[in-house]
C-alpha cells in the first residue's frame, strides 16, 4: 500500500521569496508517479507538476519544480518567487496502477500556504 | 483549453435521500475517476472507470454507491441512501490514454459540494 506523508500542516513565505513544500512516500512499486496539486480556497484541484519514479531529471513548470531524491522517497516541491495568488493547500499525491492501467492517487493530508505581503 | 465540469456545483439533501453528482470529462479521455474530500481533510479515492466498467474501487465505496456513463459525455455518481457522513466534496477526474497508455496526469473537476442534513 501507498503512503503518503505531508509533515508541515502550515507554511508561511513572504512574497517574492521561494519556498519549499515537503512530501514523503513509501512504496514498495518500482513504477510510480508523484504529483503536486493546489487547491485554493474556493476548492479546485489544480495539477501542478508530474514526476515518474523513472525520471532522472528533476520536473519543472514554471515557478514550480519538484526536488526528487529517489533513494530519499522525498518529493519536495519548490515554489520560487512566491505571489500571493500561491496562498492555497498543495496536496502531494502518487498514483497506484491497477490492472487496467488506470491510476488511482493517494493523497497526502497537504500544507496550507500562506504568502505574506 | 478543456477541463472537466461538474453539476451541481452545491447539493443539499436529507439523509435517506439519493442523490446523483454528474460529470463531464474532457471528451478524449477513457480513464474517470471519482474522489471525495471530507472538509478539512485530504482528498481520498473512490473509484476509477474505465472500458465501461468499475477497475477499481475503495473500501469507502460501498454498495450504496454506484457509478455509471450513460451516455458517451456523461459520468454520474449515485449514492443511494445518503448518510451524514456522506457530507464532502466529490471530485470527478479524467486521464488520456495515447499510443495505448495511460497518461499520467489527472484533471480534476471543480468538484460538487454534498451537504447531507
Known amino acids: 500500500a501507498q503512503k503518503i506523508t505531508q509533515t508541515q500542516p502550515g507554511m508561511f513565505v513572504q512574497e517574492k521569496e521561494a519556498v519549499t513544500l515537503d512530501c514523503t512516500y513509501d512504496t514498495s512499486d518500482q513504477s510510480y508517479g508523484l504529483f503536486w496539486y493546489k487547491q485554493p480556497s474556493s476548492g479546485e484541484m489544480i495539477f501542478l507538476i508530474y514526476q515518474g519514479s523513472y525520471d532522472e531529471q528533476n520536473a519543472t513548470e514554471g515557478r514550480y519544480s519538484l526536488n526528487f531524491q529517489k533513494a530519499r522517497k522525498s518529493a519536495n516541491l519548490v515554489i520560487s518567487a512566491s505571489q500571493l495568488g500561491d496562498s492555497a493547500m498543495y496536496f502531494c499525491?502518487?498514483?497506484?496502477?491497477?490492472?487496467?492501467?488506470?491510476?488511482?492517487?493517494?493523497f497526502g493530508t497537504g500544507t496550507r500556504l500562506t504568502v505574506i505581503p | 483549453e478543456p477541463e472537466v465540469t461538474q453539476t451541481p456545483s452545491h447539493q443539499v439533501t436529507q439523509m435517506g435521500q439519493e442523490v446523483i453528482l454528474r460529470c463531464v470529462p474532457i471528451?478524449?479521455?477513457?480513464?474517470f475517476y471519482w474522489y471525495r474530500q471530507i472538509l478539512g481533510q485530504k482528498v481520498e479515492f473512490l473509484v476509477s472507470f474505465y472500458n465501461n466498467e468499475i477497475s477499481e474501487k475503495s473500501e469507502i465505496f460501498d454498495d450504496q454507491f454506484s457509478v455509471e456513463r450513460p451516455d458517451g459525455s456523461n459520468f454520474t455518481l449515485k449514492i443511494r441512501s445518503t448518510k451524514l457522513e456522506d457530507s464532502a466534496m466529490y471530485f470527478c477526474?479524467?486521464?488520456?490514454?495515447?499510443?495505448?497508455?495511460?497518461?499520467?496526469?489527472?484533471?480534476f473537476g471543480p468538484g460538487t459540494r454534498l451537504l447531507v442534513l
Open positions: 477526474a479524467s486521464s488520456e490514454r495515447l499510443a495505448g497508455v495511460e497518461q499520467e496526469t489527472q484533471y
Open positions: 471528451s478524449n479521455h477513457l480513464y
Open positions: 499525491a502518487m498514483r497506484d496502477h491497477d490492472q487496467t492501467g488506470a491510476n488511482n492517487l493517494f
